[in-house]
């Protein structure tokens, strides 16, 4: 084996190559890596945060939805309480006026029933007289008999 | 292709040829030069480069950090292309062995563990080159075009153990280094005085622990060293001895270094994981 100079010279070149290495070479790559790593971590977090955000927004949305279900829900109920409200009042005020109507009606045929009653009565003794005098074949004198005449009268 | 050789070379030579270094260095007469035989390179001495070996090393390490630096320049974190991916799976690939194995706080160790996978990656993977395709070119530029016959050109650096020993000694330093940092001197000579046995068997301690220690970088190196070396001698063996049979064995051999080549460079850069993570470790 002849060792010389040779020996030297590669330890030389192998210092500079581990120098050039550590300077130049081995932080361009080691700080390409770095930043993939941040870039991936940072991409992962990113992605962990959306999805919540996607989480609580569905939740948020399915809330709303059901409020908007329940409040429909109250609002048509409302409404056929009220629809229901309408026609009972209507009812009711339909019936009022029938009553009234009715009343009307009654109050006026008992008018016109007094009213020919009076008639009747004032003609009764008239025909009473007239019948008496066919009867007794002579006048009978109205003013001695008021009293009776009056008295039939207010029995019909 | 070990047939352009063979014409003019025994296959001896011809593997003595492959194994030899582009040698540059002081001859024992004084001037700087190539040395033109394995004789001339031996006779050197220390006072020599391999030009081949040490310039591939260089090349490689050089064009896989500008290549890297290129794609990270232009990477981005959320529309990453082909390339960036294949240049970030090796990186959090290093970047994962990296935490798992070293539990201290120390931001050279990541670069180095991925400085060391990929360069030695590549560096191995030249075996895969077949043996004689470029230094078959650069012995025929070498003797046409600068006179220089036989010139040798290894191109897997891996199997110089220059090249192995040179990074393994420099992480030998670093243990050191971090040990007595972390560990303190006092801390640091303790545990290769009074262990395993206390401190009545000092010098049994001192025995058994400087060459553990001392075993760590030498079987980092010579690993590594050993495993592409004989890759390449078997690659050369086929080359040489097997005439046309040689390309499926060949192809059985270079499948099975498929597996090597990153298995080695995978070890080298977790052994050297976990050494420098014991330097870290505190004294006890």
């Known amino acids: 084996m002849d060792i010389n100079l040779t020996i030297i010279g590669q330890s030389i070149a192998f210092a500079v190559f581990c120098w050039f290495c550590h300077r130049y070479v081995w932080p361009l790559f080691a700080n390409v890596l770095e930043e993939r790593k941040r870039t991936i971590a940072e991409g992962l977090e990113a992605a962990a945060r959306a999805e919540q955000k996607l989480e609580s927004a569905a939740r948020q949305s399915a809330e709303q939805l059901d409020e908007a279900k329940a409040s429909a829900a109250g609002i048509i109920e409302q409404a056929n309480r009220r629809s229901a409200q309408i026609i009972d009042e209507a009812r009711q005020q339909a019936q009022m006026e029938a009553e009234r109507i009715m009343l009307a009606a009654q109050a006026e045929i008992e008018q016109e029933a007094n009213r020919a009653k009076e008639e009747l009565r004032a003609q009764v003794s008239l025909i009473a007289v007239a019948g008496a005098e066919k009867i007794l074949g002579r006048a009978v004198d109205q003013a001695a008999n008021e009293d009776m005449l009056r008295q039939l009268a207010a029995e019909l | 292709m070990a047939a352009a050789g063979a014409e003019s070379q025994t296959v001896q030579e011809y593997i003595v040829h492959h194994l030899s270094y582009l040698t540059f260095g002081r001859h024992p007469d004084g001037h700087w030069g190539f040395a033109h035989s394995p004789e001339e390179a031996s006779e050197m001495g220390f006072m020599a480069i391999h030009v081949d070996t040490m310039g591939w090393s260089i090349a490689l390490g050089a064009a896989f950090l500008l290549w890297f630096r290129r794609v990270g320049l232009r990477a981005s974190a959320s529309n990453p292309g082909a390339i960036q991916n294949f240049v970030e799976s090796i990186f959090e690939f290093v970047d994962n062995r990296v935490s798992e194995g070293f539990t201290h706080k120390n931001s050279l160790i990541g670069p180095m563990a991925l400085t060391i996978f990929v360069w030695v990656l590549l560096m191995n993977a030249m075996d895969l080159v077949p043996v004689d395709w470029i230094t078959g070119i650069a012995a025929w ?30 992480i030998f330093v670093l243990i050191i280094w971090y040990s007595i940092k972390h560990k303190g001197l006092g801390g640091f000579l303790g545990e290769l005085a009074f262990h395993p046995f206390g401190k009545w068997m000092v010098p049994f301690n001192l025995m058994i622990e400087i060459p553990t220690m001392l075993a760590k970088p030498i079987s980092l190196g010579l690993r590594l060293f050993g495993n592409l070396y004989a890759g390449e001698l078997l690659f050369l063996l086929i080359a040489g001895l097997l005439g046309l049979w040689q390309l499926p064995a060949h192809f059985v051999w270079a499948v099975f270094h498929i597996l090597v080549v990153p298995l080695q460079a995978f070890v080298f850069m977790m052994l050297t994981i976990v050494y420098l993570n014991a330097a870290h470790e505190p004294a006890h």
């Open chain 2, 141 to 170: 530029v070498g003797e046409h075009v600068f006179g220089f016959d036989h010139m040798p050109f290894k191109i897997v650096p891996t199997t110089d153990p220059n090249i192995t020993m040179g990074m393994s000694l420099s």
